[in-house]
């Protein structure tokens, strides 16, 4: 009996001394919104189980995790406002679910102005936004930025030409996503030049749409380009017309007017998928000039079989500032390409050190 005795006093003055031993404490979550706490604690791994709770006034606790010693750190990131302060207990149970002893903490949530873990896209940030201001400035005081040449946009004055000698209107397909896609944005941007040239050169263009907004936006692109070319009177509002919101519906439409108007020059530039190569092979066969751009990666390929001439990618988003020449414009993205030149570089530097043994670059990327 008194080995019995002897046994359980051992047994709970070893889990008491165990729950001596115990560290807890409470942090803000760094490099976050305020909305985490982060809760740590050493404790012997022959506790079985510990409970987390919290409160907001020392008094009503309500459990929100079961951990062990093992995991020794937890997030509490449940409804956790900023500027708030939050009381924590952990306390130590036994094999049979009841509560040793408890120990408390606690720590206010605060939100981070900047996230240490970030500080290499600080930097590329910083230099991309200096590069950027200094070629718009530059383009202002008249400096001459150059640009590559993309021979599907110094295509467009030859397209309306020869549309405007045979007596044929041109076609302008804007793809087929909403205004809340930027290749539709980018593509309309372009229908204002073009709109421009076929206002000057007296010719026609039908603009098919299967979006609303897209519309409507296409309409007035169109009239304040006939406008700018100083022929307001000449705009038909009929130029820019809807057909369906249905896929295939709508490129059906659109491969009609092909056929049975036999445009001289096709411009698919947007959003496209699967009907790109429906849409390309039709004008192909109706012999007109075809000029397409998307940076739907997918379908570029249908478009270079099919097409005289593509805009690949970022060369669609490229072609607002090729054609207007505006400063801002091109002074953005002489600044992006010395961006992407930045990154290149970077990688360049950091394949050479890697070679050699050096890992200072890549363990500072990886961890900032």
Known sequence: ???YILLIILIFLSFTLCAQDITFTAADNPNDDGGAIILKWIAPESIPEMIISRSIDKENYIEIARVTPLLKTYIDDDNIEDGQEYYYKLSVLNEDGEILQSFTASAIAKAQWFNTDKISLLIMTILLGCAIIYFIFSARKGKRLYIRKISGLDTIEEAVGRATEMGKPLLFVP????????QTI???NILGHLA???AQYDSTIHVPVCRSMVLSTAKEIVKEAYIRAGRPDAFNPDSVFYL???QFG???GVDGIIMREKPAANFYLGAFYAESLILAETGFESGAIQI???AMPTQIPFFVAACDYTLIGEELFAASAYLSKEPTQLGSLKGQDVGKAIIIFTLLVGIVLEIFGIHFLKDFLATH
């Not at 793809?175 to 930027?182: E, K, Q, V, Y």
């Open 1 to 3: 009996m008194r080995v």
């Open 175 to 182: 793809g087929i996503m909403d205004l809340d896609d930027m």
């Open 186 to 188: 980018a593509g309309l």
């Open 196 to 198: 421009e040239k076929v």
């Open 244 to 246: 369906t919101d249905d």
């Open 250 to 252: 709508y490129v059906a």
């Open 292 to 294: 397409a751009g998307t």
